[in-house]
């Protein structure tokens, strides 16, 4: 392409959309870019049944609330239609089907290198791929030698073909509860953790969570001592389904993994349990190896910052990755906070 934009957007998930946002309040000329074939972001490749665990009215991105449906916590196929409409509402321009391989810097602009080999150049990027394209698996004694199935939970997508099957979740989180919940009215499920897993009360939920974030982000800020509620932020909030099989006792027992045999999970006491299938509830990396010709990138894909600025390249933003780039920015009511600050900071670094 001949084209050279004042900001590319790599992504167009929730974090590009939220850049997008407040870059159409500006006279920038931009363009997002995004792998996927269709809007919706990293969504579309969630479990089927997902929930989120804000309500709808704390879970929507900038200058636009996400519509209240008849569930309290929005769906999986929800918030997709959201987002989907979020692009349309604020005509944001997107082009899709294109992955980006590398990045480098020359002449003082970003050259972009597409999977089917265009490039495209800009003055100023923005990272906001996030995590999903890079699930995390933990290296565990055994593990290559099982024989049964193994999947993360990026690639689960309904219980209903683990029927009959033992199955093992793997994980402490809100994605391995959700699973667990679903997957063990099916079949017997067995539940691994590294940590203890802890509940949150039943009366709290993402609004409760992202008001602390806030809170201390602001006392950060502020020079102060934050004093909070305690709310551990990776916490299991209890959504409906997850509250319904708390209350069946879904949760009672867990255990740690010592390894694995070719079809067992072998514990940390010594016993062990025949298992057909695996599903990894264990998260993800960030999503960040195409800028490698430009920063330095640490194994699971963190690169330095000062707030979502990289310290090691002029004229590059990351926004949405989590904690190191913003608080509670991985989340669609956080995001904006980053978003709006990047989009000020890219104004100021392009007219000097």
């Known amino acids: 392409?001949?084209?050279?934009?004042?900001?590319?957007?790599?992504?167009?998930?929730?974090?590009?959309?939220?850049?997008?946002?407040?870059?159409?309040?500006?006279?920038?000329?931009?363009?997002?870019?995004?792998?996927?074939?269709?809007?919706?972001?990293?969504?579309?490749?969630?479990?089927?049944?997902?929930?989120?665990?804000?309500?709808?009215s704390h879970s929507s991105l900038p200058g636009w609330q996400m519509p209240t449906k008849k569930n309290e916590y929005?769906?999986?196929?929800?918030?997709?239609?959201?987002?989907?409409?979020?692009?349309?509402?604020?005509?944001?321009?997107?082009?899709?089907?294109?992955n980006i391989k590398n990045v480098n810097y020359r002449d003082q602009l970003f050259e972009l290198e597409a999977n089917n080999g265009e490039i495209y150049k800009a003055k100023t990027i923005i990272a906001a791929t996030g995590t999903q394209s890079s699930p995390y698996i933990p290296k565990i004694k055994g593990k290559e030698i099982f024989k049964g199935q193994q999947l993360h939970s990026s690639s689960y997508k309904n219980p209903n073909i683990y029927k009959d099957k033992s199955v093992l979740v793997v994980g402490e989180g809100n994605s391995a509860a959700q699973i667990l919940a679903q997957v063990s009215k099916v079949t017997s499920v067995f539940w691994a953790v590294k940590n203890k897993p802890a509940f949150l009360p039943a009366n709290v939920d993402g609004k409760d969570l992202f008001d602390q974030a806030t809170a201390k982000y602001k006392a950060k800020k502020e020079g102060k001592e934050y004093n909070s509620k305690n709310y551990n932020l990776n916490s299991i909030v209890m959504v409906p389904n997850v509250k319904e099989a708390y209350e069946r006792n879904v949760y009672k027992e867990y255990n740690t993994i010592a390894g694995f045999s070719e079809n067992h999970v072998i514990w940390?006491?010594?016993?062990?349990?025949?298992?057909?299938?695996?599903?990894?509830?264990?998260?993800?990396?960030?999503?960040?190896?195409?800028?490698?010709?430009?920063?330095?990138?640490?194994?699971n894909g963190k690169i330095e910052t000062i707030g979502t600025s990289a310290k090691q390249q002029s004229g590059l933003w990351l926004v949405g990755f989590g904690q190191w780039t913003g608080y509670?920015?991985?989340?669609?009511?956080?995001?904006?906070?980053?978003?709006?600050?990047?989009?000020?900071?890219?104004?100021?670094?392009?007219?000097?």
């Open 268 to 299: 940390q006491d010594g016993t062990s349990t025949k298992i057909d299938v695996v599903i990894w509830a264990t998260g993800f990396n960030f999503t960040t190896n195409y800028l490698r010709n430009l920063v330095s990138v640490n194994p």
């Open 328 to 352: 509670a920015s991985a989340t669609l009511i956080g995001v904006g906070r980053s978003a709006r600050k990047t989009i000020k900071e890219i104004q100021d670094f392009l007219n000097s």
């Open 1 to 56: 392409m001949n084209d050279i934009f004042d900001v590319i957007v790599i992504g167009a998930g929730q974090s590009g959309l939220a850049c997008g946002y407040y870059l159409r309040k500006t006279k920038l000329n931009f363009l997002l870019l995004d792998a996927n074939t269709t809007c919706g972001g990293a969504w579309a490749n969630n479990w089927d049944k997902l929930q989120l665990f804000s309500a709808a």
């Open 74 to 98: 929005p769906t999986k196929k929800e918030v997709i239609s959201y987002l989907c409409q979020y692009e349309n509402r604020y005509s944001l321009p997107i082009k899709r089907t294109v």
